[in-house]
């Protein structure tokens, strides 16, 4: 087994984040799934957008916000996810270099755009996600590159892959070229209807191909069908390595065999906009694992990273990570 | 005289905002002018872009900020300005008819692409623009709608407009309509170094042309070639029926005939990012001016705009200001 080089690969759906304010009314009106990410179809996304306020864009997607989060830390990442040669794709692959990621998945040419999802965040900080998958239906295993995932200590896929039939094999065939490279597979569980949707597939995935499990609570609630976290926690100590289970305000809990370790949120002012925090409390805690931090303290820089992004609107860091969490 | 039907119509460059976070290394590097808002070519905003951090996204521009916070904060306003119809210029027009601004400018269909404005913002919240004007040195003296601009209370005009020969003339012709409809003219200094490129002009216009001012002071001494505030606002006091004199941190004074409003700043909790604090104090200023509210109050609403704008990152409000006005 070779040194890696890289210390995290992400894989999932690249997308860009057009984010705006609204009220319960507006959602209602528009019979949106508060809280929920939901997946629409193109003329549904032009029908929000010109319903929507004022835009602010910025890149997203949730393995992508990972990354970029890492790489504010100062990981060295890759990520592979499938843009179309458009403005907003040119915008992705910009935002990606700029934050230091290798890249080299092949921009589409032709087909739909590159995705957006349109995001309403409430008054209470609740992001209500609503998903136009455009060109990332068109990644296939033939994309993923197979130096760069076995170079990764890390290869971490996003649940919402599942969502489409291509990109699972994606997922699989690079969970594969990653163990044969004797690394580790994290995964995470991404939406509790995304659980929902694909309980099964996901189940014999988190037992058969994944060493690292993130999710949040009601994630893990739609996974095993049950509200007993402890029960829950004993099932998935069963099936991987490492599970990091977050509880929002409550902070987390990071599950290893017997262990059960439970951290605090991070204090933040207020919460603006939660969009990004499961994303970038992975990034935290990926980047203490890959540098062999004990667990409470990966969990630690977790929950720093996740209370930056909570802080304020979008779903990327917008202050350099390090110095956040005190690692400069 | 007919009954405005408008609060206010803003006129100016039509800009998309790219911000990132930079260091101060980072600005050295590239020569750029710390605090100030640099004019720059196509193939200078090409390299900036390449060399920039992960970029948030969002319409901006002097007057289009200051017509964005009024229309947060519940006036009826126009816009006039010049943009492409490429993608910069759809997300342009989508976020003023978003915040319900009426916008009549056509759009251009060829020449120059939609304005933008590469951001640097330092730790300090400190922002350094560097502007590529692209379509909106077409705005002509026949982009100014007569009637929009007759129908509204106010008519805000941005002084970087005459960063462009034709964009002065529609500026003129604007100011012209206005005072025929019986209309007040307002204007904003926008930048230090604007003004010494424009001096004569503007000490002209302000004499001539102008009812209400707005500058911050820096401004205001590159206008008289002087630091002396007090000999400043006695020069005002004769030139315009009203001024209003932002102080950073210091808070504003409102210059009107021997009368000096001194109002303190609102507390933020951290400056993230001081884009747009002008052009949002100016939208809490008209937006009580144009109810009669007493000129004490309608600096306070002017500073607590400012105060949103520059507790997070972007030039346009993310809090809904009626509310954070405490106008709700």
Redesign the interface.
Known sequence: MTEATLDVVGIGNAIIDLL??ADDKFLERHQLARGAMTLIDEATAERL??A????????GGSAGNTI?GLGSLGAACGYIGKLRDD??GA?YR??LL??GVRFTTAMATDGPATARCIIFVTSDGERTMNTYLGACVNLTADDIDEALVASAKVTYLEGYLYDDPQAKAAFHRAADIAHAAGRKVALSLSDAFCVERHRADFLDLVQNRVDILFANETEIASLFESNDLDSAFAKLAAMVELAAVTLGSEGSVVVCGDERIKSPAARV?RV?DTTGAGDLYAAGFLYGLTRDQPLAECARIAGLAAAEVIS???A?P???LREYAGLA
């Open positions: 705006t304010h957008y010109a929507m306020g004022p835009v602010t864009r910025a890149s970029a403005e907003l915008a910009h935002d700029a934050a002012e603006v304020h609107f979008g990327r917008e202050t350099p």
